[in-house]
């Protein structure tokens, strides 16, 4: 796995957020990307936030920690 941040604090921060996104894409192959991108949409037409309520960001957030809810 590779990511890539600066300065270093921010990629201390974010490893393990971004090491469960390594995870799914994984698990999901090519699918990840779109699946994402609907989950969003989903979410998004059903009144949540498009970002933080969807599925994937809501288990790297849970995963490492970091508060799914702001």
Known sequence: MVSFGRPLTS???????????????????????PAY???SCYVYFTGKRFYRDNPFEREAYDQD???HDK
């Open 65 to 67: 920690g970091g508060e």
């Open 37 to 39: 991108f609907l989950s």
């Open 11 to 33: 990629l201390a921060i974010s490893r393990k957020h971004e090491a469960v996104h390594v995870a799914q894409y994984e698990r999901w192959g090519p699918f990840m990307l």
